[in-house]
């Protein structure tokens, strides 16, 4: 029953009451009588009653579509204070509880703001799921890991099929924290560990361990590789010292042993040194000192200091600078060394033909090629020439006195400038290096 319906049969009840009083009163007054009196009292009585119906009608409902609204989501809404009396009190009270339940959403807006933020900040995956078992949460990293694109929430069921990662959501949500499980999700090794939450669900770490275990491998074969590298001459000239020093050869055969144990001893000096320069460059101790480097006479000096090999291999070299800069903006010492190897590396492995030193420039920078007609390289060993003792032919470059570090000190130099390198080659017909060096200023090395 409304109030507007109340309010009417209440005030037609005390117009009866007052006819009825009045008649008990007085019994010489009939009801004839007063009829019209309490016909106009009754309608004055609900024509009051219907002012104040709707006035308080309107108050209730003015409360209503504000409660409404906070329920709805609408933070703005707010009932007058103008009211007095009990209902003012009311929109009073509703006041400060909208004031009251914006303060405590914004606050918890912020906090999930900042939570949602600081796990997005998160290189490791974060994936959190309700005590349903459904996916409420998951940050970048975790889609990535996971290769998920779906929006939340979602069902478990999305994750890639890896029995390591089923069995540590399943243990945790028995409560039970899961210990660190490695497993492969595909081209990558991932850590997986899982625990329960206190109020019900489960939360997923997942850590990328590739890089990592990509480095151990890269270190084990390193010292591996090395000790191998220094092992051969070693033992050459172990062997030979062991035989001069024990046996009387005759002199020429004594010259012969000297020459290789020379041979070998500069080897080794020469792996060693390659290995001090490579450190030096990978621990970034090394910086380049920007100058500006005259490309025609840095290539004119290497061609002089290689015109022998390559004359006894009948290999020409050759230079063609017409569409380079005439200098470039580099660590002088950098850019011979870069130079030097490359064409180094490509007399050895050239047996006919040529080998020419190559540069073309344009508003980015200058390109430093050397392109050879060797015997080219396999399309699945071009992406590793660049790594440290990483040989397509490991017999064929010992003959020819590589020490496999070469080309990974190219990479780190180069790259040191902020350039970088490419390696294009076709079996049978030869191999191509580019080393890329940014145009910069001269100051910005200084």
Same mark, same amino acid.
């Given at each position: ?37 309490? !016909?106009?009292?009754? $309608? +004055? /009585? #609900?024509?009051?009653?219907? *002012?104040? &119906? =709707? ?6 409902? @003015? !409360?209503?579509?504000? $409660? +409404? /609204? #906070?329920?709805?989501?609408? *933070?703005? &809404? =707010? ?6 009396? @009990? ?5 009073? /009270? ?22 949602? /933020? ?329």
């Amino acid at each position: 029953m409304t109030i507007r319906t109340k309010l009417h049969l209440h005030s037609l009840g005390v117009v009866a009451a007052v006819i009825a009083s009045i008649v008990l009163l007085d019994s010489r007054v009939s009801l004839a009588d007063l009829f019209r009196p309490a !016909l106009i009292a009754a $309608s +004055v /009585a #609900l024509l009051l009653s219907e *002012l104040v &119906a =709707r006035e308080l009608a309107g108050r209730v409902r @003015e !409360l209503r579509d504000v $409660s +409404v /609204a #906070l329920v709805q989501g609408d *933070l703005t &809404a =707010r009932p007058p204070l103008s009211s007095s009396g @009990e209902f003012g009190e009311l929109a009073t /009270a509703v006041h400060r509880l909208s004031e009251h339940l914006v303060s405590r959403i914004t606050a918890l807006r912020a906090e999930d703001a900042l939570l949602a /933020a600081l796990i997005e900040s998160l290189d490791e995956g974060v994936v959190a799921m309700d005590p349903r078992g459904l996916v409420v949460r998951i940050n970048s990293a975790a889609r990535e890991l996971l290769g998920i694109s779906r929006d939340l929430p979602f069902p478990p069921e999305q994750f890639p099929r890896v029995p390591a990662l089923q069995a540590a959501i399943d243990l945790a949500f028995r409560g039970t924290v899961s210990s660190p499980a490695e497993a492969p999700i595909g081209s990558r090794v991932i850590s997986i560990t899982a625990r329960p939450l206190p109020v019900g669900g489960v939360v997923i770490a997942l850590f990328d361990l590739t890089q990592i275990r990509r480095l151990e491998t890269i270190r084990r074969d390193f010292v591996a590789n090395a000790s191998h590298e220094l092992r051969t001459p070693l033992t050459v000239i172990g062997g030979f010292a062991e035989t001069l020093a024990d046996d009387d050869p005759e002199p020429e055969l004594r010259r012969q042993f000297a020459s290789t144990i020379k041979s070998q001893a500069a080897r080794m000096q020469q792996i060693v040194d390659d290995l001090l320069d490579l450190s030096r460059l990978e621990s970034g101790t090394w910086q380049p000192k920007i100058s500006s480097v005259d490309l025609s006479v840095v290539a004119a000096d290497i061609v002089a200091t290689y015109a022998a090999a390559a004359k006894a291999k009948s290999v020409s070299l050759d230079v063609d600078l017409k569409e380079a800069r005439p200098a470039i903006s580099a660590d002088p010492t950098a850019v011979r060394q870069v130079i030097s190897n490359l064409v180094d590396n490509a007399v050895r492995h050239t047996t006919q033909g040529s080998v020419c030193i190559l540069a073309i420039s344009d508003s980015e920078g200058t390109w430093i090629r050397v392109r050879d007609t060797g015997q080219g390289i396999r399309a699945e060993h071009v992406s590793r020439v660049f790594e440290r003792f990483y040989r397509v032919d490991s017999g064929r470059a010992r003959q020819t006195g590589g020490t496999g570090l070469g080309l990974a000190i190219v990479k780190h130099l180069v790259e040191t400038h902020g350039g970088h390198v490419l390696a294009e080659s076709e079996v049978g017909k030869g191999t191509t290096i580019s080393a890329f060096f940014p145009e910069r200023s001269i100051d910005a090395g200084e």
